[in-house]
C-alpha cells in the first residue's frame, strides 16, 4: 500500500480491541459509536485531513 496510511479505529469494538485486543496498532484517530453516525465519519477524515497538513508545514 503507497504512503501515506492511516489507522481509523472505527465503533466501540474496534477501539477496545474487542477479540483482537491482543493486537495493537499505532491509530491516527477513534471513532467511537455502535456504529458511528455518519456525522462522526465525516468529523474523523475531517481531523484526519487536518493531522495530515500540520505535518506537512
Known sequence: M??????????????TGGMFSTDSYRTDVYLPGCPP?????????TKL?????SRNF
Request: charge should be positive; aromatic fraction near 4%; hydrophobic fraction near 45%.
Open 37 to 45: 453516525k455518519p456525522e462522526a465519519v465525516i468529523d474523523a477524515i
Open 2 to 15: 503507497p504512503e501515506p496510511k492511516y489507522v481509523i479505529a472505527m465503533g466501540a469494538c474496534t477501539i
Open 49 to 53: 485531513r487536518k493531522k495530515n497538513i
